[in-house]
């Protein structure tokens, strides 16, 4: 029996993969050899160093920064005053404030026993009353 060209030239044109899978595994070998894995570091909220570093000297009254102590109870403090203020008070002061002195910034100096969400909200006060300069500072160290 006679077989058709055709029909014996489609049986022959396999193609073999192997050598192009062999292609493929040694790039990904060498591009997994070769990749710089980068490690994330964080910061750590409220360490338990001592800092014995001496404070940084007093600036004049003009460059004068806006100051939050957040107490134990969530109490907030604006610039050592003696009394707190509520939590509506926070936005209206710190407008005061920006417009006594445009360049001052806003320090926050939780309790730790302070919780997130009053920090948070202070901080959202700021930014929505154009104060981004913000920074979160770690309490005073107790004295034993």
Do not use: H, W
Request: hydrophobic residues 40%.
């Amino acid at each position: 029996m006679k077989k058709i060209a055709g029909k014996r030239k489609a049986d022959e044109t396999n193609i073999d993969l192997t050598p192009m899978l062999d292609v493929v595994f040694i790039l990904l070998i060498f591009f997994v050899v070769t990749a710089t894995f980068l490690s994330e570091s964080a910061i750590s909220a409220a360490s338990s160093e001592s800092n014995d570093a001496p404070p940084p000297p007093n600036q004049d009254e003009e460059s004068q920064n806006i100051l939050f102590e957040i107490g134990p109870n969530d109490e907030i403090i604006l610039n050592k005053q003696p009394r707190p203020i509520i939590p509506t008070q926070v936005r209206s002061n710190i407008d005061q404030l920006k417009a006594e002195n445009p360049s001052a910034s806003v320090i926050i100096q939780p309790n730790n026993n302070s919780s997130v969400s009053t920090l948070v909200m202070i901080m959202d006060a700021a930014r929505q009353a154009g104060m981004y300069n913000i920074s979160v500072v770690e309490p005073p160290a107790r004295s034993r």
